[in-house]
C-alpha cells in the first residue's frame, strides 16, 4: 500500500505565496511520475504541475509562477506557488504513479487567494 499526503494548502491575499508539499510513503516500487492537480468548484480537475521521466509539464497560466520540485531521498514533492492569483483557488491534489501498483491520489488541500 502507498500512502499520499499533502499539506501547505491555506488563505493568501493576490500576489502571495505557498508552498504544498506532498510526501510519500509506504510500499512503494519505482515512483514513474508525481504531481499536482487541482479542481475549482464547478470545474473539472486539471493537471498543474508534475515532474515525469525527469521532465516537468506546467498548465499554461501558472508556467513561470509556479514551480515543481522533488526530493528524491525523502519520495516528496514541492509545489511553490508564487503570484497567486484568485483564479488559482481550488482543491489541490497530489497524484503519484508508482511503476508496479499505478496511481495514488492524495486527500486535497485547499488553497484560497482572496483579498
Known amino acids: 500500500q502507498v500512502q499520499v499526503v499533502e499539506s501547505g494548502g491555506g488563505l493568501v491575499q493576490p500576489g502571495g505565496s505557498l508552498r504544498l508539499s506532498c510526501a510519500a510513503s509506504?510500499?512503494?516500487?519505482?515512483?514513474?511520475?508525481m504531481g499536482w492537480y487541482r479542481q475549482a468548484p464547478g470545474k473539472q480537475r486539471e493537471l498543474v504541475a508534475r515532474?515525469?521521466?525527469?521532465?516537468?509539464n506546467y498548465l499554461d497560466s501558472v508556467r513561470g509562477r509556479f514551480t515543481i520540485s522533488r526530493d528524491n531521498a525523502k519520495n516528496t514533492v514541492y509545489l511553490q506557488m508564487n503570484s497567486l492569483k484568485p483564479e488559482d483557488t481550488a482543491v489541490y491534489s497530489c497524484?503519484?504513479?508508482?511503476?508496479?501498483?499505478?496511481?495514488?491520489w492524495g486527500q486535497g488541500t485547499q488553497v484560497t487567494v482572496s483579498s
Open positions: 497524484r503519484l504513479t508508482d511503476a508496479k501498483w499505478g496511481d495514488y
Open positions: 515532474i515525469i521521466s525527469g521532465g516537468t
Open positions: 509506504g510500499s512503494i516500487v519505482s515512483i514513474v511520475a
